[in-house]
């Protein structure tokens, strides 16, 4: 809604593919299913398939990006993470007006965590492992049982799986085209963090391109986007080699 106030025009579709430039002056080709156009009342799940040809592309759409698929950027080793939404009795989520707890133990992941994170009004219940993604079901099992007496009487209403990146992908940046948060892999190893990470990145690839273009007078080029890769390594590639060697160290370590 800010961006939408600032001068942002905001389309409500589902990405499907980008034709890249052929030179520096052409303008990726995007494909996009349009759930808002008026033949539809925006509400047809299938949508209108449209194109729209950009300058720039800012590919910020999850660990399955589509625009990562589209520039090639290789694949990278992932975890798995897997939550049910829950909504709990109103007296037990009062204990989560400003609370997140987090458990460890081999009967809720070998190798990670398991959690009860507050969501506005319910709970989201899960767990994550690397080693035996097979096994998230049983680790399902062990953080529901632990965390019994706090979210007895729940009913489940929702049930999500997601991959975890646990590094960068070999490639961020192609033809004016830039990857950010989980898209790019930027998730640390020993925690699973990596909202902060997507949100700073987002910011940063922002405000370069709205300096680098001059505000939109000047064609963004790969080099602007490349010193944008270069800042983002220089500020966090130290904290990312440091998390991932703790990783390291507590994997290997009881």
């Not at 398939?49 to 399955?64: H, I, Q, R, S, Y």
């Not at 992941?109 to 507050?118: C, G, H, L, T």
């Not at 399902?140 to 646990?166: D, F, L, S, T, V």
Request: hydrophobic content about 35%; charged content about 25%; overall charge negative.
């Amino acid at each position: 809604e800010r961006a939408q106030k600032n001068g942002a025009t905001v389309l409500n579709g589902l990405f499907m593919g980008t034709t890249m430039p052929d030179n520096d002056q052409d303008s990726h080709v995007l494909t996009y299913n349009d759930f808002a156009d008026a033949k539809t009342g925006g509400i047809a799940r299938k949508g209108v398939t449209k194109t729209l040809e950009v300058d720039v592309v800012v590919g910020a759409d999850g660990a399955n990006s589509r625009v990562a698929r589209d520039i090639g950027a290789g694949d990278y080793e992932y975890a798995i993470a897997f939550q049910e939404r829950m909504s709990i009795p109103e007296q037990r989520m009062e204990w989560y007006e400003e609370r997140a707890e987090m458990y460890v133990g081999s009967d809720v992941s070998p190798d990670f965590y398991a959690w009860v994170f507050p969501k506005c009004d319910h709970v989201a219940v899960g767990t994550g492992s690397v080693c035996d993604k097979k096994g998230v079901q049983k680790y399902q099992k062990g953080i529901r049982e632990r965390a019994a007496n706090r979210i007895a009487g729940g009913e489940i209403i929702r049930a999500e799986a997601h991959p975890i990146p646990e590094h960068y992908r070999p490639r961020r940046v192609n033809d004016r085209a830039c990857l950010v948060g989980d898209a790019a892999g930027y998730v640390t190893k020993c925690s699973g963090e990596g909202i902060y990470f997507a949100a700073k990145s987002g910011r940063m690839i922002g405000e370069k391109i709205a300096s680098a273009s001059e505000n939109g007078t000047r064609m963004i080029t790969q080099s602007d986007l490349q010193d944008h890769l270069n800042e983002w390594d220089g500020k966090y590639g130290p904290t990312y080699l440091v998390l991932d060697l703790l990783q390291k160290l507590f994997f290997s370590s009881d």
